[in-house]
């Protein structure tokens, strides 16, 4: 069984050690938002960012939190940092993740030209299918 207390102490503890992992933030992050307490999640996130600010997904996840915490705007800053980061993508995943990414910015026609692509490289690949319907229906 999973105890996500003993997990936040461990990675709690590693960020202790060293403080400019940035992988102890990261999960922290995770595990905060796991446990539904926003504002440490969002700190964690933001620690995670500043030292590895180049990290597309990083930049992905501070969007995430900074969204949850009403701060649409800066959201925004950090979702088209990771957009720019993270490149051109190569895989049917990677094509997924930027039609999510698009359709949170609200440029539907370049997200839907992302899904399609993803679906090009992959037609039996779920979970695009899965957010194209989700997006859709929305």
Sequence with gaps: D???E???ACWRRVAEIDPEYWQAWSWQ???LYELEKDEEALDASRRAVELAPENPQLNRNYSFHLRRAGRANEARTYLEKALRLSGEPMTASQWDQRGIDLWDL???SEAL???RKALELDPYRIEVWG???YWLLE
């Design 131 to 133: 957010h194209l319907r």
């Design 29 to 31: 992050a995770e595990i």
């Design 6 to 8: 003993e997990e936040l």
């Design 2 to 4: 999973r105890n996500i």
């Design 113 to 115: 030209k992302a899904y």
């Design 106 to 108: 609200n440029r539907m």
